[in-house]
């Protein structure tokens, strides 16, 4: 089975510049989460999506970041314009129901450098 | 949801049992203790769960004291590939969102 995909791996921009990573979550997942990482420290929910609907946004900065799930399978996270501590690892994970005890499958996440 | 304490860091002797402790004393009734683990460059991996009682995989042991404060995972044969950021989470029965600490790193030595 193949795991949640993620592109692309590493970008480097600078300030004020816009940025887009893409997740693939596994076949079948109805759940998919975007997640914020900086560094030492651990994983934060940006967003959740129940197929292509918004469950939790609650701790996306909407002034800057926009996500979307257009037919409920793929996902993009955007960033615009980028500040110097939006450096950090995206990931996404996907669960196969929702359900509370559904195991989240992270992807390896896009290590974004803001510069 | 509760609030949880790790040690940030631990060494382990390859071949020997790895205890990883968390610390979750004001745990509720409905809220589970989850175990995930995150290898460097990788994203975090699921490895056990459990409410009261003992739980078993095969991939490590969670062992969860009786008053539920505190509970301990057990990786009983660690290899270096267990090297990790181990992070423990208590989730609230019903609520999807994961929580994560700052959690152990572990360092399994040759």
């Known amino acids: 089975e193949a795991g949640v995909a993620q592109s692309p791996r590493y970008k480097i921009i600078e300030k004020r510049q816009s940025v887009a990573f893409w997740c693939n979550p596994i076949s079948g997942h109805a759940t998919l989460y975007w997640y914020q990482q900086i560094l030492g420290q651990g994983p934060k929910l940006l967003i959740q999506?129940?197929?292509?609907?918004?469950?939790?946004d609650s701790q996306l900065p909407k002034d800057r970041f926009s996500a979307e799930r257009l037919k409920g399978v793929d996902s993009t996270l955007k960033i615009q314009p980028a500040k110097l501590e939006d450096s950090a690892v995206y990931l996404c994970?996907?669960?196969?129901?929702?359900?509370?005890?559904?195991?989240?499958?992270f992807g390896p996440g896009t290590r974004l450098t803001v510069l | 949801d509760a609030k949880t304490t790790q040690p940030p860091s631990m060494d382990c002797a390859e071949g020997r049992a790895a205890n990883l402790p968390c610390n979750h004393s004001t745990i509720s009734g409905n809220e589970y203790v989850y175990w995930y683990r995150q290898i460097h460059s990788q994203g975090p991996q699921y490895i056990i769960h459990g409410l009261k009682n003992n739980e078993t995989n095969e991939m490590a042991s969670l062992i969860i004291t009786e008053d539920r404060k505190s509970s301990t995972l057990i990786l009983p044969h660690a290899t270096l590939r267990d090297t990790a950021v181990y992070y423990c989470?208590?989730?609230?029965?019903?609520?999807?969102?994961?929580?994560f600490g700052t959690g152990t790193r572990l360092t399994i030595i040759p």
């Open positions: 999506f129940q197929n292509n609907g918004v469950v939790d």
């Open positions: 994970a996907s669960s196969l129901a929702g359900a509370w005890a559904d195991t989240q499958y």
């Open positions: 989470i208590v989730r609230v029965f019903g609520n999807e969102k994961l929580t």
